[in-house]
């Protein structure tokens, strides 16, 4: 592909911050990174996967909202985490955090625990203990 012919259908999946580095080649012949802010086809592909996501936190958002899960639950989901990424974060096994995003189990945890997962997700404790869903 020449440098020219490297797609630039930008969609604002990369919210205009980022490019995709693309390799192509230029006038001598010679193999060049290019940015790229996407293609149609990437762009639908991506559209629909974040529909799905958002579609995920919405349902989470009932389930915290119905107090059948923490918001552990939706923070998680939200930013894409699953338990052995959170279990990272916060140093707890990941049983305990499987534990810890029943509703039941959430409103025993202290704050030195809520803390772990508030800096995980990069928001307040107050937040967490509000059950606010950014």
């Known amino acids: 592909m020449k440098k020219q012919e490297v797609p630039q259908d930008d969609a604002n999946m990369l919210e205009g911050k980022f490019t995709e580095p693309c390799y192509a080649v230029d006038e001598e012949g010679k ?29 989470i958002r009932e389930q915290v909202e119905a107090n059948e899960l923490s918001p552990i639950a939706y923070y998680m989901e939200k930013q894409l985490m699953d ?20 509703m039941k189990n959430f409103i025993k945890l202290n704050d030195k625990k809520l803390e772990k997962y508030a800096d995980a997700f990069e928001i307040s404790i107050e937040t967490l203990k509000k059950k606010e869903l950014l």
């Not at 060049?32 to 919405?58: C, L, T």
């Not at 990424?85 to 707890?92: C, I, P, R």
């Open 83 to 102: 338990l052995s990424v959170l279990s990272g974060y916060t140093g707890f096994f990941r049983w305990t955090v499987k534990r810890h995003l029943k």
């Open 31 to 59: 193999y060049i990174k290019v940015g790229s802010v996407g293609w149609e086809p990437k762009n639908v592909i991506m559209q629909q996967a974040w529909d799905a996501v958002h579609e995920r936190v919405e349902e």
